[in-house]
């Protein structure tokens, strides 16, 4: 019998937590599922792990090249057999009931609505994107959900509400099973998320089905390649961004102060004015985030050094 759940589990170097994100999927109360293992040319001995379970639903599929998350997922959504696909990660666990309370949820949504998503405790960061020991984060924040009858590329645009291993996907909610920028080793669940919500409407609810685990290594902590993803989206979406100048200027003056940030100034100078172009009342905003910098930097000289107070003639 064909499984109706395809969960695709990609992974690469991580024989240490894969059994437990494993488990997790394996002993979900919904068990009509496969489990397919896509191994991204590791190094470690991943088919071991997978071998130790003796369990029907699973299969593993090994990349002769490494391509990162978002190559592994699509070579998994071409074996997918299954309705539904699902993604986890190889450092997360699922919570209990996941994949039936998703399930549930479609029952009752109209058929615009190929997407259902949830909650992550991030262990590892705080909510301002802080990293350590300690840290604990509800990701994303559920203060700001996404509403069935909002603008949901808006929404997105300005956060990114999505992360894949949290969601339950109908198999037909994008055109074709590429779903993923190959290109980009970072923020690609993002950029996915903005081309998804131009073909379906996703329903959000803020009730955590995953635990996620930030390491020293995890690509979230890597800006150099957060940058790489939201020059994609900039790219990738121009003909939707054309209409949302607004947006692309948020998006554009964000760029800047990360390639600013990197020392990459004179790219950085290039798309602040392409930013202030598109919306000049956000010299505002930028004005603010220098005044910030500028107060860190005093902040860390350790009082050494204090601004003067000034006298109006």
Known sequence: ?????????????????????????LAQSYANLELIVVDDASSEDIEAVVNGFADARIRYIR??????????????????????????DSDDVWLPGKLERQLAFFDTLPDAVRVVTGGKIVYGRDPGFRYGAGKVA???????????????????????????????????????????DERLRAN????????????????????????????????????????????RILRKNSRALAARRRDRSRLRIGLAIGLYNSGRKRAAMRFLLAGLKDRPANVVSVVRSLARRAGRMFANMGGLVS???????
């Open 1 to 25: 019998m064909k499984p109706d759940v395809s969960v695709i589990l990609p992974t690469y170097n991580r024989t240490r937590t894969l059994s437990a994100a494993m488990t997790s999927v």
């Open 63 to 88: 990349r002769e090249r490494n391509g990162g998350a978002g190559a592994a997922r699509n070579t998994g959504l071409a074996a997918a057999t299954g309705r539904f696909i699902a993604f986890q």
């Open 138 to 180: 509800h990701a994303p924040p559920p203060e700001s959900p996404l509403r069935l009858d909002e603008d949901q590329l808006g929404h997105l645009l300005t956060e990114n509400r999505i992360s894949v291993q949290n969601a339950l996907f109908r198999r037909d909610c994008m055109p074709d099973l590429v779903w993923f």
């Open 188 to 231: 690609e669940d993002w950029e996915f998320a903005i081309r998804l919500v131009q073909q379906t409407k996703v329903f959000e609810d803020i009730e955590p089905v995953v635990l996620g685990y930030i390491s020293p290594d995890s690509i979230s902590t890597n800006r150099r390649r957060q940058m790489m993803g939201e020059f």
């Open 307 to 313: 601004p003067q107070p000034h006298s109006e003639r």
